[in-house]
């Protein structure tokens, strides 16, 4: 299996933007659903964006709504989250997860890998 591993992640001012990616299995595998999840210090992992691997229809929490993307390249090697307008909030270990459940802003992924720390001053 592809390594989910996370990269991208920084140290930003509030307002700035990051991009994370994360290598996908590619366009020939059976993956169906890939996204992002977060997890802040002493929080629970929460779901952040995802993409259903098929049709390409997109999904996000009510909190990064308007400001960050989720997207893949043509050939659907790379998954990546464009963020901007980042706030203090914001500020989390970063996952890039695959497949699994997700309904209605609640995703429980089957894979994840190494996450990201993005850290967003005030």
């Known amino acids: 299996q592809v390594p989910l591993e996370a990269s991208g992640g920084g140290l930003v001012q509030a307002g700035g933007s990051l991009r994370l990616s994360c290598v996908t299995p590619?366009?020939?595998?059976?993956?169906?659903?890939m996204g992002w999840v977060r997890q802040a210090p002493g929080k629970e992992r929460e779901f952040v964006a995802g993409?259903?691997?098929?049709?390409?229809?997109?999904y996000y929490a009510d909190s990064v709504k308007d400001r960050f993307t989720i997207y893949r390249d043509n050939a659907e090697t790379t998954l990546y989250l464009q963020m901007n307008s980042l706030k203090p909030e914001d500020t989390a270990v970063y996952f890039c997860?695959?497949?699994?459940?997700?309904?209605?802003?609640?995703?429980?992924?089957?894979?994840w890998g190494q996450g990201t720390q993005v850290t967003v001053s005030s």
């Open positions: 590619g366009r020939t595998s059976s993956t169906y659903f």
């Open positions: 997860a695959r497949d699994g459940t997700y309904y209605e802003g609640s995703y429980s992924p089957d894979f």
């Open positions: 993409i259903d691997w098929s049709d390409g229809n997109t």
